[in-house]
């Protein structure tokens, strides 16, 4: 079956633009997360949504940040007025159940260079 | 100090030997922990879970984990070049978000 997909693969932004990243998750998946990876880096935690809840969102790390699920799949994550500092690969995961302990399946990401 | 503490490596082992990967935690609550490997350019995926004190195999794969001292392990034995990436450690943090570690990268030669 589909695994998680997102777009754009790739996002080039000059600083001060808005950005939406789109996260794609399995097909009756209840949870949702995003993740920020900087390079070199281990992935660190931005938002969480339990359906179209947002349960969690202690990750983000400004107002500048801001995502979505309003119906419970698609889940967009916007990023206003973009500084060089948010340049990373934005990853986002499903799994199955709420609570975590099942496997986190996780897209390709996208990859944002602000200029 | 960091929630999730990694060496970054890179761990270098000749091929068929026995890849260790260490790792510890500083949150005491944490009850399941996962490993993953990320292949560069790549996104992690999932190899093991453990969630009792103990070992837990599963093939080539040695996860061992040791609440009383915040430690969890991964072996690899039988390593292989393919087994070259950058393995996360990751306890479950509340709301079941990942807390990942900086990562370990294993260089498997030929």
């Known amino acids: 079956g589909a695994g998680v997909s997102q777009s754009p693969r790739y996002k080039v932004a000059k600083r001060g633009q808005d950005v939406a990243l789109r996260c794609d998750p399995i097909?009756?998946?209840?949870?949702l997360f995003w993740y920020q990876q900087a390079l070199g880096q281990g992935p660190e935690f931005l938002t969480y949504?339990?359906?179209?809840?947002?349960?969690?969102k202690s990750g983000l790390p400004s107002d500048r940040f801001f995502a979505e699920r309003p119906e419970g799949s698609v889940s967009t994550l916007k990023i206003q007025r973009t500084q060089q500092e948010d340049s990373a690969v934005y990853l986002c995961?499903?799994?199955?159940?709420?609570?975590?302990?099942?496997?986190?399946?996780f897209g390709p990401g996208t990859r944002l260079t602000v200029l | 100090q960091k929630e999730v503490e990694q060496n970054s490596g890179p761990l270098s082992v000749p091929e068929g030997a026995i890849a260790s990967l260490n790792c510890t935690y500083s949150?005491?609550?944490?009850?399941?922990f996962f490993w993953y490997r990320q292949y560069s350019g790549k996104s992690p995926e999932l190899i093991m879970s453990?969630?009792?004190?103990g070992d837990k195999e599963d093939g080539r794969f040695t996860a061992q984990l040791n609440k009383a001292s915040q430690y969890v392990s991964l072996l690899i034995r039988d390593s292989q070049p393919s087994d070259s990436a950058t393995y996360l450690c990751?306890?479950?943090?509340?709301?079941?978000?990942?807390?990942f570690g900086q990562g370990t990268t294993l260089q498997v030669k030929p």
């Open positions: 995961a499903s799994s199955m159940t709420s609570g975590g302990a099942d496997t986190q399946y």
């Open positions: 097909s009756g998946h209840v949870s």
């Open positions: 949504f339990q359906n179209e809840a947002q349960l969690d």
């Open positions: 949150d005491r609550g944490s009850q399941s």
């Open positions: 453990i969630y009792s004190n």
């Open positions: 990751a306890p479950l943090g509340n709301t079941g978000k990942l807390i």
